[in-house]
């Protein structure tokens, strides 16, 4: 059964940094393209960061320059260090990943940045 299961959300003051996690039930080689979305109240999920297998990366452009999205295949994790956050960062994060032409979501993590 392929699981992803995010961590390292919280409570940050702006300016501040975090580093989310997201561990994979199965190898995370097996995913050709993994990827952190976002949601916050009011507003539909939307793409922050995307890693390809050969670690070609994507950014939102409201993140690039702040955000970097990584992975480690041989952890089954994929990370999104966060840097300067600001308060239009609070919201829901979820680790998605595409594992043989199906898209899997983690159950999501908080994080909320205060001003």
């Known amino acids: 059964q392929v699981q992803l299961v995010e961590s390292g959300g919280g409570l940050v003051q702006a300016g501040g940094s975090l580093r989310l996690s997201c561990v994979t039930s199965v190898s995370s080689f097996g995913f050709n393209l993994m990827g952190w979305y976002r949601q916050a109240p009011g507003n539909q999920r939307e793409l922050v960061a995307t890693?390809?297998?050969?670690?070609?990366?994507n950014y939102a452009d409201s993140v690039k320059g702040r955000f970097s999205i990584s992975r480690d295949d041989a952890k089954n994790t994929v990370y999104l260090q966060m840097n300067t956050l600001k308060p239009e960062d609070t919201a829901v994060y979820y680790c998605?990943?595409?594992?043989?032409?199906?898209?899997?979501w983690g159950q999501g993590t908080q994080v909320t940045v205060s001003s």
């Open positions: 890693i390809s297998r050969g670690g070609l990366t």
């Open positions: 998605n990943g595409r594992y043989f032409r199906v898209d899997y």
